[in-house]
Structure formats: C-alpha cells, structure tokens
C-alpha cells in the first residue's frame, strides 16, 4: 500500500546559519574576491575624485560657508562705549575716541559715524565730514577681521584644501556605500542589523558635533580669540586665510570624531566592561582625559577654546552615563522577573 504523500513524515532540517538566505553570500575564491576588493577601491577612488573636483569648481562657494561663522562673531560684539567712525565707501578708515577726534558735540554713549564725502567749496573740492544717521553694521562692531593671503601661493594651498576637504566629506556617503556593497554579503543578518545601528547613530554624532561646531562653538571660538588677542595687547583685524580655513576645517572636522564618546562608551557598556558605577566612578579620570582630548582636538592651542570644546564632551559623558544606568536598571528589572531583556 503506497503512502499518502500528503501524510507523509518528513524530518525537519534545521535552517543552516550559512545559507546565502541568511546572509552568508555566495561562496567566492580567494582570487574573485581579490577582484571585488580592487573594484571597490576604484570606485571609491572615483568617488573621492569627483568631489574632489566638485568642491574645487564651487571653492568660491565654500569660502563664503566657512566664512559666516566669523561674520556672526563680529555682528555679535557691538560696541559698548562711543567711538567716532570714519569711513569712506563701505571701508572703515578708523575707529577712535571722541575725545581723540577733535570733533565737538560727538555722542560718549554710542558710536558716531561720519563719511568722507567730496563737497564742492567755491571752485576746489575737499573732503567733507557727512554723519551717517543708518551705518551699517559693520561699522560699529567692535572687530572686523579681514582674511588676507600673505603670500604668492597661498591663495592656491587654500583653494587645496577646501577641495581635500570637501572631496572627503561630499564622497563619504558613496565610499561608505561601495564599502558596504563588498562587506554586508558575508554577514549574517544579526550582524548586518548591529552594523546598520552602529553606523546609523556613529553618522548622527558625528554630523550633530559638526553641527555644533559649526553653528555654536566656532561663532563663541573666534570672538574669545579676539578678545584674548586684545587683552594680550595684540590687533585682531587680520588674519591669513589659510589658517583660518584650516582651522575651522580641522576644530569641524576633530568635533564630529569627538562626538563619538558615546557611542564608544555605550559599546563598553553593552559587552560588559564597563557599567554605570564604574562610569561614575572614573568620572575624575575622565576630566584629566578629556581636557587633554580637547587639547589635542584644539587646532590654535588657545585655553579658553580648549574649555569650550571639553565642556559639550564632559555633557555627553554624563548622558551616557545615564543612559548606562538606565540600562542597569531595566536588566536588574527584568532579571529580578525572570525574563530576558535587551538593553538595546
């Protein structure tokens, strides 16, 4: 008697954890996969190229993005006492005290500004004193740096580096993208969905410090670096280009890595060496460490920068910390209840 094939046993096959289903990929020899890894360096050295030349055709635009921290500076630092102000066009030519000007029934309490404007006396013209009752803004800020090269090639090493700079960045996605392409077929599927998290939050730090950087910590940088140049008895009104697009570049580029404390600790935190109560407790060591990290990371070396720098660093030290204890509490919960519990 011929069995039923629809009631017929069949053993259950366990799945196999290398099936290409499952994420293990097709079987490759070494050779093709030598293949694929120089393929994939070729891409990415395309990718990188391009916004190479990208970044170098629109430098001009760039500039100005680097720029505007500097422009929210000096906008922020108005003065606080009345100067006379001459300028001549949109130039200023001077800023001095009223007492120093000659001039009578000159404002102590804000700025008066004055053109040099040609007047007509008989058949002669002069230059004339014409107040300004609208000035523009720049005129009464307290500092107005102008970025200068200072030199026959410097206006080439800046374009240079605008276009390392901004090629790197403007390619990252597509390296990162072809870095994948040949990497995720020999994972398995828990593994791509850990790396996918990992990368996911490691390009929110870094994009949120760059972020940071940009729009905060930059604009507060450069009108300290002013003042301490002041107080120093030294004039902050120029300043040579290069320097000042590398060092933004760089304090952008060291902030972003810098927001990466999280996610390094929280990994710590996760596989098991560290925890909420060692955070705490190395919370002393970490203030020594970290002020050295924002030393290091500090491209002029200047004191007050470094402090600025550390103290967003010492804040996400402490969310983690946090977020650390939060998930020893939850697994402590779940243990005293007897049921599992992923922290993530």
């Not at 004339?128 to 005129?139: I, L, V, Y």
């Amino acid at each position: 008697m011929a069995e039923d094939p629809e009631y017929t046993l069949t053993p259950s096959v366990p799945p196999d954890p290398d099936h290409e289903d499952l994420g293990g990929g097709p079987v490759k020899t070494f050779l093709e996969h030598l293949e694929d890894l120089r393929w994939t360096f070729i891409k990415c050295a395309i990718a990188v190229f391009l916004g190479f030349v990208l970044c170098l055709s629109g430098s001009n635009m760039v500039i100005q993005f680097l720029k505007w921290p500097l422009t929210v500076a000096e906008g922020m630092r108005q003065s606080k006492e009345g100067r006379v102000v001459l300028m001549l066009g949109t130039n200023v030519l001077t800023r001095m005290k009223p007492v120093d000007s000659g001039l009578p029934s000159v404002d102590t309490n804000r700025d008066t500004v004055f053109r040099l404007a040609p007047t007509l006396v008989g058949t002669n013209w002069v230059l004339g004193f014409q107040q300004d009752t609208n000035p523009p803004a720049s005129a009464t800020r307290t500092f107005d740096v102008q970025l200068k090269t200072l030199g026959p090639v410097t206006a080439f090493s800046v374009v240079m580096q605008i276009a390392m700079f901004g090629g790197i960045t403007v390619s990252i996605p597509f390296v990162l993208f072809f870095i994948a392409q040949f990497v995720l077929p020999a994972l398995h599927q828990h593994e791509k969905s850990f790396l996918f998290k990992v990368s996911g939050w490691a390009t929110f730090l870094f994009l949120l410090g760059v972020a940071f950087c940009y729009f905060v910590l930059l604009v507060i940088c450069l009108s300290t670096t002013v003042s301490f140049s002041n107080w120093l008895g030294f004039a902050a009104d120029e300043w040579k280009a290069d320097e000042y697009i590398s060092f933004v570049c760089w304090f952008m580029l060291g902030m972003g890595v810098a927001f990466q404390l999280p996610l390094v600790l929280l990994t710590l935190v996760k596989i098991g060496i560290l925890d909420a109560a060692k955070l705490s407790k190395f919370r002393s060591y970490w203030v020594v460490a970290g002020l050295m990290i924002a030393a290091f990371i500090t491209p002029d070396g200047n004191p007050l920068n470094m402090i600025l720098l550390f103290l967003p660093l010492h804040l996400l030290y402490e969310i983690s910390l946090v977020i650390a204890w939060w998930w020893g509490r939850k697994a402590a919960r779940a243990e005293a209840l007897d049921v599992p519990s992923d922290p993530a």
